[in-house]
């Protein structure tokens, strides 16, 4: 294998944070030891570009869920020299079937299932997986999803605390519908697997919709992080006029946030950044932001979103974010705004108030 330069291009400015880990070594492993190489390869869940970057030359489709990592796979291709265009998602068929198939098991095992759904049903029937994970990461569960889709499943020996998984004898199962709904406030909110707060709302963004504070002359509002659009929708239901913009890094979001709220004020923005808006747009900013990302913890990345949150707030408009108390995010919201309230506080969480 080539010795490419791979960098995380993400919006941490953490440097001390690796662009791959062993467990992306062990699947290069996998494919250089093959007799026959791969007519159809598909990469799943490359979250900087190693692998894509790696395997350009066998012409690879990256299938990814999240716009950071199709911005990352293509910066890092560009500095190396490589064009870089297949990509894809679990919700698009595959022009080519599949004879093979690399994942970087991905933390929610949900999504892990829609990744095996998506092989099952775009690939040839002798379709090969290599499954590959830092083995403190392993659950059963990868087994147990594994069997669900192939007959064989065949876990490595760890070689640099990675392992992997090899999946063949495809079964024939029938598509299953990737959709779960959730109840709020009686009203139903759809979401495909592996969209953030299975099953029931989450207790931040519970808390965050009893406390926040919309005010009428908030006309251009954004939801940021907006994962399945519950925030955007209820305060849709209070301000049906308002201009509302949902922006979310994770592409099955966007797809089931547009399940939940449309209308001729609403615009949906698949992207991890806040880039594409002007300075002195929102009136209003609200969010649950993240700070897990796969298996890390990094509050540098909801700190950058803030400041260009108050880049693009109008003067006077404000940000309302629901946070864990331990992050203690107030420390590093005083240094961004002039003026920082809590709207509510209780032992878990609290709800901060950042005017502009
Ligand atoms: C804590 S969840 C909140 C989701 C939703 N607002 C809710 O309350 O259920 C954070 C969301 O941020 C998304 N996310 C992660 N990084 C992001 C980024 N850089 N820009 C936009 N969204 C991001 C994740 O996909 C996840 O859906």
Redesign the pocket.
């Known amino acids: 294998m080539t010795n490419l330069k791979i960098s995380r291009h993400d919006?941490s400015t953490d440097k001390t944070l690796r662009p791959h880990s062993a467990a992306d070594e062990l699947l290069l492993k996998r494919v250089a030891a093959l007799d026959t190489k791969p007519k159809s390869l598909a990469i799943y869940h490359d979250r900087f570009g190693y692998l894509t970057c790696h395997l350009q030359k066998m012409s690879p489709v990256a299938v990814l869920t999240e716009k950071?990592q199709e911005k990352a796979i293509l910066k890092n291709g560009l500095s190396n020299n490589l064009e870089i265009r297949r990509f894809s998602n679990p919700l698009s068929s595959l022009k080519k079937k599949l004879d093979y198939a690399i994942v970087k098991a991905p933390k929610s095992l949900a999504l892990f299932q829609v990744f095996l759904e998506h092989i099952a049903h775009n690939s040839t029937a002798k379709v090969t997986v290599e499954v590959a994970f830092m083995t403190r990461h392993f659950t059963p569960k990868l087994l147990s999803i594994s069997s669900q889709y192939f007959e064989n499943v065949q876990q490595s020996r760890a070689e640099k605390k990675a392992r992997t998984i090899t999946l063949s004898g495809k079964k024939q199962v029938p598509k299953q519908d990737i959709i779960d709904t959730i109840e709020y406030r009686n009203n139903q909110y759809q979401q495909y697997w592996g969209v953030?707060?299975a099953k029931h709302i989450?207790y931040a963004?519970e808390y965050f919709l009893d406390c926040f504070d919309l005010k009428p002359e908030d006309k251009t509002i954004l939801?940021?992080?907006?994962?399945?659009g519950?925030?955007a929708k209820e305060i849709q239901r209070e301000a049906p006029d308002a201009e509302i913009h949902l922006?979310?890094?994770?592409y099955l979001?966007v797809e089931s946030a547009k399940m939940n709220i449309s209308g001729p004020n609403i615009h949906h923005h698949y992207d991890?950044?806040l880039s594409s808006f002007e300075d002195n747009t929102f009136d209003l900013i609200a969010t649950?932001?993240?700070f897990h990302f796969e298996h890390e913890i990094n509050i540098k990345?909801p700190l950058y979103?803030f400041k260009e949150c108050y880049r693009c707030l109008k003067s006077g408009g404000n940000l309302q974010v629901v946070a864990n108390n331990h992050l203690n995010y107030k420390t590093h919201l005083t240094t961004i705004f002039p003026k920082v309230d809590i709207l509510g506080q209780n032992d878990k969480f609290v709800v901060y108030k950042c005017v502009k």
């Open positions: 919006l950071s953030f707060s989450d963004t939801d940021l992080a907006s994962g399945n519950i925030i922006l979310e890094d994770s979001a991890n950044d649950n932001p993240p990345v979103l």
